[in-house]
């Protein structure tokens, strides 16, 4: 752009400056639909976080379904089923009241397993772990199991270090001690004590992310938390395994004959009933589903060995269980 300087004819006239005025430019009007603005920007992600969280909330939703059906193919357990799913209306309705800045019960979810081996106890702490996770209760949702000689140490400092050590593998999920009424056998002096000294506090320091489950016969469970007057309101959910019915051991037996790609003949289911009535009335802890699963692996391989003296099996007699190969022998 040329400056120009006039002079006038009197010298003593200051200068004029003159500079050439801005050529004219048309205004442009830019679609709307072009612009790129913060505002059009913020409107399209939020539109797009808004679908990724509703599908993120409708996997989860499918997630939660998948668990708790699996739970009802579950045999019996008709009460713990219950407990369950109670549970999970508590904590999704804690949440939608969080949501709505309304009061929420806290959530301590801390569990007592009362029942007798092989009632189902180990299994449920796994799913209620992943239910959790699904839920949004436990970040990971796995579960670390663990009994007395994982967390008691042989020296003074040795059992609140081992026991921190499970704490810190359970972190996100659950840590399931089983026999849990041993570590106040030893009374006082034992290192017992001090274990459960470092979970009390262990539950205080982790409260939002770890679920601790006791589990145990019902009652040495029951003289457990009499021992230490300050257990029993940690664990508010308590859960009795009861022992199954003859129906539901036979119901057992027969899905895991069926996992396997076995069958039951009509004379072979009668004398496993047969069997089974005559273990309940003889062992303490018969009614488990640990028991059953020792018969049937029994069977099968009794069945293996009548079929091995034939030269040639047919896929039939692969399949069939017959009486003669149910036996208590040994058991």
């Known amino acids: ?29 830019t679609p709307a639909s072009d612009l790129t603005g913060i505002g059009r920007a913020r409107k399209t992600n939020s539109s797009a976080l808004d679908k990724d969280k509703d599908k993120e909330k409708d996997k989860d939703k499918n997630r939660v379904l998948e668990i708790l059906d699996e739970l009802d193919s579950y045999i019996g357990l008709e009460l713990v089923k219950r407990l369950i799913r109670d549970l999970q209306a508590f904590v999704e309705i804690q949440k939608r009241r969080t949501q709505e800045k309304l009061v929420a019960e806290p959530l301590v979810l801390h569990m007592i397993f009362k029942g007798n081996p092989g009632t189902g106890k180990t299994t449920v702490a796994r799913l209620v772990g992943r239910l959790f996770k699904e ?41 399931f001690i089983d026999e849990a009424y041993s570590l106040a056998r030893g009374g006082e002096k034992d290192f ?19 679920v601790l489950i ?3 016969y019902s009652q040495e469970m029951d003289w457990f938390l009499q021992t230490n007057p300050g257990l029993r309101s940690r664990f508010p959910i308590h859960i009795d395994f009861p022992d199954y019915t003859i129906e539901e051991l036979l119901a057992i037996a027969k899905s895991m004959l069926k996992t ?5 003949t009509t004379e072979a289911e009668d004398t ?11 062992h303490r802890y018969a009614g488990n589903a640990r028991l059953v699963r020792n018969l049937v692996e029994k069977t099968v391989r009794k069945q293996a060995v ?3 003296q034939k030269s040639s099996s047919s896929r039939d007699e692969l399949i069939q269980i017959l009486p003669e190969d149910i036996t208590l022998e040994n058991l």
Not at 260 to 264: A, D, G, I, S
Not at 272 to 282: F, G, M
């Open 1 to 29: 752009m040329t400056i120009r300087i006039k002079f006038g004819p009197d010298n003593q006239i200051p200068p004029v400056i003159q500079t050439p005025k801005p050529p004219k430019t048309q205004d442009t009007h």
């Open 135 to 175: 839920m949004g209760v436990l970040q990971k949702g796995h579960i670390i199991e663990c009994e007395r000689a994982d967390l008691v140490g042989e020296y003074i400092g040795h059992t609140a270090q081992k026991t921190r050590e499970q704490v810190k593998k359970a972190l996100g999920g659950v840590l």
């Open 192 to 210: 017992g004590k001090e274990a459960i000294d470092a979970l009390v506090k262990a539950m205080e320091d982790n409260k939002d992310n770890l």
């Open 214 to 216: 006791l589990a145990g």
């Open 260 to 264: 396997r790609q076995y069958t039951l």
């Open 272 to 282: 496993l009933r047969y069997h089974l009535q005559c273990l309940l009335s003889s």
């Open 306 to 308: 009548r079929l091995f």
